[in-house]
């Protein structure tokens, strides 16, 4: 079994920051890209940010310049570091998985609980 796990969010002030962090457990082989989606009541999970194994990132044109995203291969870790949040980074954000598991040797997608973050006065 494949557990992704996420923590770090909260309430943060506009123009603060927050770090997610997002850890994979279980029988892994391969660890293929992680990302960070979030999601609006209401509304379709959409992609914040993703990187590759080899560490290649991608972002949303939305969080861009504001959010970097991290990866630690050794501990099947990512992190999202968001500064200069603003009240529209208000969401549930998700962490994403693809990974190759041993015993079965099966590729799937895994996805976290969530972590609320809101950004107010």
């Known amino acids: 079994q494949i557990q992704i796990v996420e923590s770090g969010g909260g309430l943060v002030q506009p123009g603060g920051s927050l770090r997610l962090s997002c850890a994979a457990q279980?029988?892994?082989?391969?660890?293929?890209?992680m990302a960070w989606y979030r999601q609006v009541p209401g509304k379709r999970r959409d992609l914040v940010a993703l990187?590759?194994?080899?560490?290649?990132?991608t972002y949303a044109d939305s969080v861009k310049g504001r959010f970097t995203i991290s990866r630690d291969n050794g501990k099947q870790s990512i992190y999202l570091t968001m500064n200069r949040l603003e009240p529209e980074d208000t969401a549930i954000y998700f962490c994403?998985?693809?990974?190759?598991?041993?015993?079965?040797?099966?590729?799937?997608?895994?996805w976290g609980r969530g972590t609320q973050v809101t950004v107010a006065s």
């Open positions: 994403y998985a693809r990974i190759t598991t041993l015993e079965p040797i099966v590729t799937n997608d895994y």
């Open positions: 279980g029988n892994i082989f391969v660890n293929y890209d």
């Open positions: 990187i590759t194994k080899e560490h290649t990132t």
